[in-house]
T-cell receptor, first 113, second 114 residues
Framework: EDKVVQSPLSLVVHEGDTVTLNCSYE??????LLWYKQEKKAPTFLFML????IEKKSGRLSSILDKKELFSILNITATQTGDSAVYLC?????????????FGEGTQLTVNP | SAVISQKPSRDICQRGTSLTIQCQVDSQVTMMFWYRQQPGQSLTLIAT?????????ESGFVIDKFPISRPNLTFSTLTVSNMSPEDSSIYLC???????????FGPGTRLLVL
């Protein structure tokens, strides 16, 4: 059975800190790994990773994938209170009927002023 | 990013009734999905909405409880039938493009069943 494990489940930091969120997985037929930020209702897409070792970057956020060790990390530098959210990792796996996303439990990040 | 809208944004319903949630996507979306997110939990895929044919349901979800329609490429509905308090959840429509595996989410429908 496909498995996506995120850690830590929750994290409290102060503004300006740097955080690293982890996502490890055990899936067959890996296709891609996606990161989302969920604040109130809908997850907002952040990154999609398909290749090992290639960092994706957007402002203070960056992410990288290690397909050998089966994990990805999401880094947030100089955190702000607006970064407070649940960060979701999802794996896209191929199936005979197409492909699907399997989500991890998420990491609840709280950034205090 | 794809534009995805849902309605209603929230509703409070009585036990035993049914609610139909609508999802409209822009023309660049080819794949449509319905997810549920129960309080404090992550997202669970309910089904893939197939255009012009029956949806493909995930284990634990059945058509009688969650009938889904997708009459054309850009519109889908999810009905939560014969609701119970356990159906209280956020229901999310999601769309992706066939040539890209990026997947986007609608704003969600927050459902409370009394």
């Amino acid at each position: 059975e496909d498995k996506v494990v995120q850690s830590p489940l929750s994290l409290v930091v102060h503004e300006g800190d740097t955080v690293t969120l982890n996502c490890s997985y055990e899936v067959t037929n890996f296709r891609s790994l996606l990161w989302y930020k969920q604040e109130k209702k809908a997850p907002t897409f952040l990154f999609m990773l398909t290749s090992s070792g290639i960092e994706k970057k957007s402002g203070r956020l960056s992410s990288i994938l290690d397909k050998k060790e089966l994990f990805s990390i999401l880094n947030i530098t100089a955190t702000q209170t607006g970064d407070s959210a649940v960060y979701l990792c999802a794996l896209r796996v191929l199936e005979t009927s197409g492909s699907r996303l399997t989500f991890g439990e998420g990491t609840q990040l709280t950034v205090n002023p | 990013s794809a534009v995805i809208s849902q309605k209603p944004s929230r509703d409070i319903c009585q036990r035993g009734t049914s609610l139909t949630i609508q999802c409209q996507v822009d023309s660049q979306v080819t794949m449509m999905f319905w997810y549920r997110q129960q309080p404090g939990q992550s997202l669970t895929l309910i089904a893939t909405a197939n255009q012009g044919s029956e949806a493909t349901y995930e284990s634990g979800f059945v058509i009688d409880k969650f009938p889904i329609s997708r009459p054309n490429l850009t519109f889908s509905t999810l009905t939560v039938s014969n609701m119970s308090p356990e159906d209280s959840s956020i229901y999310l429509c999601s769309g992706g493009r066939g040539s890209s595996e990026t997947q986007y989410f609608g704003p969600g429908t927050r459902l409370l069943v009394l």
